[in-house]
DNA sequence: TGAACACATGAATGATTGTTCATATGTTGA
DNA sequence: TCAACATATGAACAATCATTCATGTGTTCA
């Protein structure tokens, strides 16, 4: 009686649907989530991770670093303070800004990773 | 001769700046990093991924876990398989989906690392 | 072959984003 | 206090993005 199923036999749709569900995280984080790595998502931005990964800056620093205007480069340090990746130190007129958690590091490392791993695909052979 | 300056004696912009160029990733990676961190900026893409990283999936099972049209799915693997996140087989008519690269949990568990760790900045005390 | 299914894709559209311009805030030295 | 400097921010605009709708491609079963 049993119809042939051109799905495996152990595929389910809605028991793997509801698998994957209960391993989802929850909205919150999902929705942080996404929020941070929109952060990473400018090569801009990155060029400010790395750079602050190996010194302090003050936005004067960054915007000759960078070619880019004062304007520009404080909207973006903005998204950068507002998740918490970067914390700020006055120092007179000047604020200087530094990496304020290690996953930064580890995370632009693991990207960096996955981008050489797939170039790999390419030749390798 | 010396004149009094706001900046910390031994930071000098011009080397700062040169100092943290010369640490930079090169323009192709940094592009590239942008673009995958791009594909991890979309919460329902982050969905996937995680749902990807426990099982395989169809296009359908995918679907019904976000309660978003087939199409939108489709294009939305289309980009992750575009930056070599995923990887598909075909098994009859459906096209089954799976993580093709274990970057993708180390980036995401880095990624709810930092924003419980910034929570829990907010509550500690 | 043709109908039904599963998935992919092009075009269009509303929403979001990065930059610029103009201006505001905060600091220093006089 | 004021001028000069360093940085921050609001508004506006072009570019990019996620979704929808319509349709195309590939597979199975009869």
Redesign the interface.
Known sequence: MEKKN???AE?N??K??D???S???NED??????E???V????TR??VM??????E??V???A??LGASQSAVSHQLRLLRA??LVRTRR????MFYALD?D?VD???S??????R??KG?KDNG
């Open positions: 051109p799905i495996p595929h749709h809605q793997t649907a698998f994957a569900r391993h989802l995280p984080d999902l929705f942080e989530l996404a941070l790595f929109k990473f998502s400018d090569s990155i060029r790395c750079a602050l990964s190996k010194t800056m003050c004067y620093d960054i000759e670093l998740s918490h120092d007179g007129k000047n958690d996953h580890a995370i632009i693991m990207g960096l990773e996955h981008i791993h797939t695909e």
